[in-house]
């Protein structure tokens, strides 16, 4: 999920929240679950410390612009009921990271809250990165970001890069016009490609794939590893359909050939290079040691294509022989084509995540995800938050206080279910657990975990 901008709304709407619902303060391993989870269960995964597989953490430089490739800033968005401020998840983030006293938030006290915020901003100073995760129960928290910043070091913070721009060369005008949102999105990715090419010292583009390939493509992702990278990110769903063909070098050569010095690709010609330059860069990540991140849900953007971002599509992609030494995690869970997702699980390098569903769905209807996932291949799955800020008054850290919330009242509602029909007994369902959580994660990044 990418930042926009909903505090205004919370703000101004001085949104009063039920002052009946008793909220949890300080760690997540106090959070009580939903009726119909077994409490001993709910405990359990309370007290599992996490590998958050997918979050934007900021870091503490002030308006950090480097957490999202495609902020949707420039877009206007309908948020669904969950994110929206009259859920009563903001206000128990709130009073569980800050102590905010209020059942409300009306303008006097928000005025206060911001003050408790800026208190806790101030007296953990760089460290507040490691005390988010601290508050929320989290060991290691991957952070998609086109860099790296202060505050996000290693081992407690690893690195997720973006990589679309790579697969972008040629110039994006005519794909930019096909809506509105992409007019908005592909000249980010534009800039970015450029940042690339200014980090190699490349004034221009190479006049030759192969010379693409060689000098910015390779070096690029090689940098990225030096530099921490334990995936790279495609957002692509938000440029295009995630049917990436299998086309033959020649052909993606003659095409980049055609265009490099200038002139307007046709869809189809662009198309074809994008998914050539998709499998390449897949390739090169599995052959560098880092797992591809592949975002796939039913949001967001007005004018965003979600048949275009179902996960089945990425079916040849997943079966090319060629591929097999890159794992592939499937961002989002592929939200509605969650069935979809747990489908590609058969394939032996192909995981997925629970982000953003942890904040966009309830965690009965994520609990009913998991009990698909699970009775499958429990060892695919991974926790994921896509914390990331929503405003100046929410920062990633509130997001990842309610994801993190739900999906451990999720988890612990799938397992229960799967102890009740006699599906798993109470020592697997606290292994599958264990294993959602953090080390399923830590087995495919290779992460040392305490
Ligand atoms: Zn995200």
């Known amino acids: 999920m990418k930042p926009y901008r909903i505090a205004t709304l919370l703000l101004s709407c001085g949104a009063s929240l039920p002052g009946c619902v008793s909220f949890p303060r300080g760690n997540t391993a106090a959070t009580p679950v939903r009726s119909g989870a077994d409490p001993e269960i709910a405990t359990f995964i309370g007290k599992i410390r996490a590998v958050d597989n997918h979050s934007h953490a900021n870091s503490v430089v002030p308006g950090d612009s480097d957490a999202d490739a495609l902020p949707l800033d420039g877009i206007p968005i309908d948020l669904p009921a969950q994110l929206r ?7 128990a983030a709130y009073k569980a990271l800050y102590q905010y006293p209020h059942a409300d938030l009306s303008d006097a006290h928000t005025t206060e809250l911001r003050s408790l915020m800026q208190g806790v901003a101030k007296a953990q100073g760089e460290k507040f990165p490691t005390w988010v995760l601290d508050q929320v129960g989290t060991e290691v928290l991957l952070a998609n970001r086109i860099a790296m910043g202060p505050g996000l070091a290693p081992p407690r913070f690893r690195w997720v890069s973006y990589v679309d721009a790579l697969m972008l060369p040629l110039s994006t005008k005519a794909e930019a016009a096909a809506s509105p949102d992409r007019e908005v999105l592909f000249p980010l990715e534009d800039k970015l490609l450029q940042r690339y ?7 221009n583009r190479p006049a030759t794939l192969d010379a693409y390939l060689k000098t910015v493509v390779t070096p690029t992702l090689e940098a990225q590893r030096k530099g921490g990278c334990v995936a790279v990110k495609f957002e692509a769903a938000y440029l295009r359909s995630l049917d990436f063909a299998d086309v033959p070098a020649g052909m993606a050569s003659e095409i980049y050939a055609k265009y490099a010095a200038g002139g307007e690709p046709s869809h189809a010609d662009y198309k074809a290079l994008q998914d050539f330059l998709f499998r390449t860069i897949a390739r090169e990540a599995g052959r560098l040691g880092m797992a591809v991140h592949i975002h796939s849900f039913e949001g967001f953007g007005p004018y965003y294509g979600a048949a275009g971002a179902d996960p089945l599509l990425l079916e040849s992609v997943f079966n090319d022989a060629t591929l097999r030494q890159t794992n592939f995690v499937i961002i989002h869970g592929g939200g509605v084509y969650a069935a979809h997702a747990g489908a ?3 394939k032996p390098n192909v995981y997925a995540d629970v982000s953003l569903m942890t904040l966009v769905y309830t965690p009965a209807k994520l609990a009913e995800v998991l009990r698909g996932w699970l009775t499958q291949y429990p060892e695919k799955i991974l926790y994921g938050s896509d914390a990331v800020a929503l ?3 929410m920062g990633w850290e509130v997001a990842a206080w309610i994801a993190a919330k739900n999906a451990r009242a999720a988890l612990a509602l799938a397992l229960s279910d799967m102890m009740r029909t006699g599906e798993v007994s109470r020592a697997r369902a606290e292994e599958i657990a264990t294993m959602v959580m953090r080390t399923n994660a830590a087995r495919l990044y290779k992460l040392e975990l305490k």
């Open 85 to 91: 401020p009259d859920n009563p998840d903001w206000l």
């Open 197 to 203: 090419l200014s980090d190699l010292r490349i004034a």
């Open 344 to 346: 590609m699980l058969w």
């Open 391 to 393: 405003g100046p008054d």
